[in-house]
């Protein structure tokens, strides 16, 4: 038997209808609209974790690629064990929670909290091998099971034509539509998503991957030709490095050693009874965000693979929530936030990605991604958000499995849909229709239909906002 032979039975490659070139198609494809994760990653957190006797650019480079280490080995869980082509790495808006809020928020030592994710994928590995976390997933409501994909869509474009600036800040109606005139990415990101989306009504395989590279070539052409300034359409620092002709230097430069991290890390473990309140409370915050975000993004990615089962459950659903507990632990360990499953992984899922080897993809081009962490910056980041633009007008179909004829069903999935991009938090859209879902039932004398669970999570969550306000609010300091 062949490598190819080998590849093909281990992954189930005829099981899953697929083959190798859609698979590597898909890992690319998710590997371009997730890699901004190794630069956008240590931009937040260098912001919070100062060394002594290392400079900010250093400090930048370590983050780097302990975000790269730690996605590896999530994605290698998920790729091997769970057999799912889901891409994982240090989760948004979860490290800027580590960063601006614990860090220079509360006053918490970055190496504290560090420790509490630590602690945080300690308790996930646990909870996951005993089910509990399998468990907890299978009591969502099912209108809030199948109204998840529909909301990550809305959620993705959302954030897609943010960054296209199609839509921008608006001080009295908070949003509004960009100037594609006057706004040179704007201008650009139009013309690549409408290439893109032609590429995917012809039915063309690699879509989003051309519309990726295609966006950016150009993006790098312009500037070269000097049509618009350097900074507008590239990064500007990645511009003079490549124009500068130092990039075999800068790449010789980068700061490989980690071990600082590491030794926070360790030292942050004996600072845990300066103040356990509130270290307790910092990993309750940590976790409760980390485990409905995960469950969100693995259910509505799911959905559009055609994963989930008839009651809207993904079959096996330990295995890959076992790949972000360990990715969390290992990546505390070395000097990251918690690691979570990416909602970029979709356009992989619609590029044809339906096992393991998808996500085994993704991880190998992380790992070459640390030969050349400066330059990652090199494909703007508009350019791979195109794709969450595509991707989120797809997983709209999601919609059709909801009964609006249903009062419990329209509002606790309405309410998960619309909550997830207005508040920019996958675990905000599945509280509100976790929450309202027993209440309508209970209102239309239904209350029997809701188990004893159900009620639980939601007073769950009602704890858990309290505390994340009391936080938020400055309530609670180290």
Known sequence: MGAFEQLATFFGFDEHDTDLETE????????????????????????????????????????????????????????????RPFGLAPGMGLNAFFAYTVVLGLGVPWQVALAAVFVEGIVFIVLTAVGARRYIIELFPEPVKFAVGAGIGVYLLFLGLQEMQIVVDDPETLVAMGNVATSAVAALSVAGLALMLILHARGIRGAIVIGIVATAIAGWVLTLAGVVDSGTLVDGNTYDQVTGGGIVDLIASVQYDFTPLVAGFVDGLGMITDDPLVFVLVVFTFFFVDFFDTAGTLIGVSQIGGFLDENGDLPEIEKPLMADAVGTTVGAIIGTSTVTTYIESSTGVEEGGRTGFTALVVGVLFLLSLLVVPLMSAIPQYATYLALVVVGIIMLQGVTDIDWQDPAWAISAGLTITVMPLTASISNGLAAGIMSYPLVKASMGEADDVSLGQWTLAATFVLYFATYFAVDAGMLSF
Do not use: C, D, H, R
């Open 24 to 83: 590597l198609i898909a890992g690319i494809t998710t590997f371009l609209a997730m890699s901004y994760i190794i630069v956008v990653n240590p931009a937040i957190l260098s912001q919070a974790i100062q060394i002594e006797g290392y400079e900010q650019p250093e400090v930048f480079q370590m983050i780097a690629v302990a975000t790269i280490l730690a996605s590896v080995v999530a994605i290698l869980v998920m790729a091997f064990w769970a057999n």
